[in-house]
């Protein structure tokens, strides 16, 4: 039996074995390993079982495969496209197997392995697998054992000792049972399966091993509608393939600005994060402008998650406030969106207090041996098992009420020990023996988590908050929550899929998790790296980096993460404009977006935020325009490369590399007796010779705000510069490499400006040594921190495209 699926030959035997795996372009065979692997495997109690025989009718272009162990008959119907085949199970008789896996298909090639999309490629060639509907998952059931020469991680068996000098240390950032692509020893292959989900079942379940999971209803449930599409390209036509199959097959094609979601160029527009609410929004839609953003995203809206009531002091109209707000913002240009936490469930929500929802998800449950009443803190109970898995509380719901405890007895009688009544809120009740206790679901977060029913009310919520108000924009933090419910990649599918068949109009959405590959249609970007904690050229730099290789390979619109735009605080200064060029320069090298994180009080406390906005202005407008070349780009990306970019005139821009010295410390308390209050720095000048341009902060020692120095003296290459000023600790004063001096406090407010006796001296290119002095005022005496700042020659950078 052969199949045309686009560019690639499949053959299958009699047995049902794939025998051809055919570029046809080349005449390629592209199987590796084995020869002779199932096109489709059963499973049932655990382990998997593979076809005794296959047979095709032309007439109703359905393959027929023949299970003899389980005494299954599952029928595939066949269809042929112009650039892919599409299969999907269209009955099953005889005994119903618990899953059907699609593969998995073993392939050589392995220059690209998109572990989300589902297409594996090298420079010539690419094939590929999607599922068509949300209860086909791309990956392999947890609860069997892998196939030998699957890789451990992505990355392959050395991954968890990498090389520090490498630049991809790893790029392993899911586990092999939820990619519908993976490495092999020899190549890669591509897999996907389906459930059948009416059973009750026991297999671990997220991050615990054995859990029982609930069986449920509908079609999704069943094995039977399960459907893939194969096929093979030419690797630059991949994505004008999978279009095909989504407009072929039904699947979802979102739009962004008139375009499909994976190829518009406004997929991956950057966007700033604030605080806004009904009285504010007109702040924060002004800041939006002044960097030519086009969306303002809440990153806190909700008072509580679950029923995801808006916060009264921000919106005291509800949701009418919200939609005000989004009008108002719609005028100006702006679109509106807000974040979200899924599934995680807080417990000042309706569905926790003051009466727990009885479908809260659940680990297990146990029976009462004994009556308790409402004092009672030891409980017994007929089994340990689900009050020792390890979570971050210890609740459970009995009737109407949750309690906590404190621990579980070590031996029988099982007991419950240190129980507190009426947690959350609920109401403290006696109970009899027999009553069942549930151990209730959570997370470090302090939330509970919805089962499997009850996300689709927060599903409903979500996209009627979204077509009720317009928002454009969310993103689904913490999906992996949904896991919870024990219904896998389903589970993830069936919660967007709604939100998404509910919202109407484009939505630009993303996540904390993509590798569900029917999201992969659905999802816009992923916009993964957070700032929290870290400099901002630090926090979670491999993190991001490893981030734009996931996303090049699985065609997938880069983002380079969260951004934060600081107060000065006792860890770090308030953000300087280098800082944010030096996140502009990585977004146009890798041709990325991002977000800028601040609240609404940090824009107006800092005194360079128009200075911050208009240079994310310039970079974003030249970044859009294609205005880089390549070569420029690949520079651009290096993560130790600082640069400055200045408008020239419309569509053309001046493009800078930049060296900032480390900081020049003078410190008073390691002069010498007698020794004038100063210091001698080895200055290396990378560049061609220029004036001195240079940052200076006086910092105070031992908390004495009260010191400052007077008349800073810098000498080099013969000439002395002079400001005869003060500066007080916890100041900066400026030069920009002329006579002028600039003062500010520690949160760029500038406070006023002064004049030096001469023009700035020269720093010739190469070593030199550049002097400083001043005096020193207070005691302890402050301590004088200098970064010295140089430019290379300018490149011309050039829009290609119009914006």
Known sequence: MHIQAGKLLIRLNEA??????????????????????PFIRAALAGKTEMPTSMSYSEKTNTLTFVFAECGARIDI???????????????????????????????????????????????????????????????????????EGVQDTYS?????????????????????????????????????????????????????????????????????????????????????????I???????????????????????????????????????????????????YHPDPFSEWGHFTLKPGSFPNGDEGLRACVDYAAGEGVKVGVHTLSNFTTLNDPYVTPKPSRDLQTVGSALLVADVHETSDEWEVDDPGPFTVALFRRSARIGAEIIEYSGVSESAPWKLLGVKRGANGTMV?????????????DHPYDVFF??????????????????????????????????????????????????????????????????????WHIFTRFNWGEPWGAATREGQLEWRLSNQRFFQRNFIPPMLGWFLIRAHSERFQATQLDEIEWVLSKAAGFGAGFALVADLAVWKRIGNGEALLRAVREWELARHANAFTQEQRERLQDPKGDWHLEAAS??????????????????????????????????????????????????????????????????????????????????YLVCDGDRTGRIYDLNWNLLSEVRADAEAPTLRSGGQTLSFSCKFAGDPKPVVSVRVTVKGEAELVQAKVIT
């Not at 049902?16 to 692997?37: H, P």
């Not at 910092?699 to 002395?720: K, L």
């Open 16 to 37: 049902g074995e794939v025998v051809n795996w055919q570029d046809t372009n080349s005449g390629r065979e592209l199987i590796a390993g084995k020869c002779g692997l």
């Open 77 to 147: 119907a066949v269809t042929i496209r112009d650039r892919y085949a599409s299969f999907r199970v269209s009955g099953i008789t005889g005994e119903e197997p618990d899953a059907i896996i699609w593969g998995p298909y073993m392939t050589s090639l392995c220059g690209s392995i998109g572990e989300s999309v589902g297409v594996v490629r090298d420079g010539q060639f690419a094939c590929g697998i999607q599922a068509l509907n949300a209860k086909t998952i791309g990956g392999w059931p947890v609860e069997l054992d892998r196939l």
């Open 156 to 244: 392959g068996s050395d991954a968890s000792m990498p090389d520090p000098d490498s630049r991809k240390p790893s790029d392993n950032k899911f586990e092999y049972e939820v990619c519908a692509a993976w490495p092999t020893s020899d190549g890669s292959m591509l897999q996907a399966y389906a459930r059948n989900r009416t059973r009750a079942a026991r297999r671990k379940v997220w991050n615990l091993p054995d859990i029982p999971v609930a069986p449920i209803e509908g079609e999704d449930a069943l094995i039977v509608g399960t459907g893939i599409a194969l096929f093979g390209s030419r690797f630059e036509d991949v994505l004008h393939t999978i279009e095909d």
């Open 246 to 296: 989504e407009l072929g097959e039904g699947l979802p094609h979102p739009m962004i600005e008139g375009v499909w979601g994976k190829t518009s160029p406004a997929a991956n527009q950057s966007y700033l994060i604030t605080d806004f609410t009904e009285e504010t929004i007109s702040d924060a839609v002004r800041y939006a402008r002044m960097a030519n953003l086009s969306y303002v």
């Open 429 to 441: 009740s006696a109970h009899q023996a027999g009553s069942v206790v549930e151990r209730l679901w």
């Open 450 to 519: 919805p089962n499997h029913q009850l996300q689709d009310r927060y599903s409903d919520r979500l996209a009627g908050l979204f077509a009720k108000t317009g928002l454009k924009q969310i993103s689904f933090d913490g999906l992996e929550g949904v896991y919870a419910t024990g219904q896998d990649g389903y589970g993830v599918n069936r919660f967007v899929q709604r939100c998404y068949e509910g919202w109407g109009d484009e939505v630009i959405n993303d996540a904390s998790i993509v590798v569900p590959n029917y999201l």
């Open 650 to 731: 419309e569509g053309t821009w001046q493009l800078y590399p930049v060296h900032y010295s480390k900081p020049l410390e003078c410190d008073p308390q390691e002069l010498q007796p007698g020794q004038p209050g100063g210091a001698d720095w080895a200055y290396f000048n990378p560049y061609d010779s220029q004036s001195l341009a240079f940052c200076l902060r006086v910092n105070a020692s031992y908390g004495n705000d009260d010191a400052s120095i007077s008349r800073p003296t810098f000498y080099t290459n013969g000439v002395y510069m002079t400001f005869d000023t003060e500066v007080k600790a916890n100041q």
